[in-house]
């Protein structure tokens, strides 16, 4: 999944679902080591790339 993120989502803006309760939103910064990096409002979340089960693009 990393390479396919890095492929097509870097510097787009994601919804990122891991599961109840976690969803996150953000612009791809950064896709390595199995880590996805989000920005939103200047703040960063890392998530694992193993936790995420579905992606898409923010409307």
Same mark, same amino acid.
């Given at each position: 999944?990393?390479?396919?993120?890095?492929?097509? %989502? =870097? $510097?787009?803006? =994601?919804?990122? %679902?891991? $599961?109840?309760?976690? +969803?996150? @939103? $953000? +612009?791809?910064? #950064?896709?390595?080591? $199995?880590?996805? +990096?989000?920005? @939103?409002?200047? @703040? %960063?979340?890392?998530? #694992? &790339?193993? @936790?995420? &089960? #579905? &992606?898409?693009?923010?409307?």
């Amino acid at each position: 999944m990393q390479s396919f993120i890095v492929e097509h %989502y =870097l $510097g787009t803006e =994601l919804d990122i %679902y891991c $599961g109840e309760p976690d +969803t996150f @939103k $953000g +612009t791809v910064e #950064a896709c390595a080591d $199995g880590v996805l +990096t989000i920005r @939103k409002d200047n @703040k %960063y979340t890392h998530i #694992a &790339i193993d @936790k995420i &089960i #579905a &992606i898409w693009e923010e409307k």
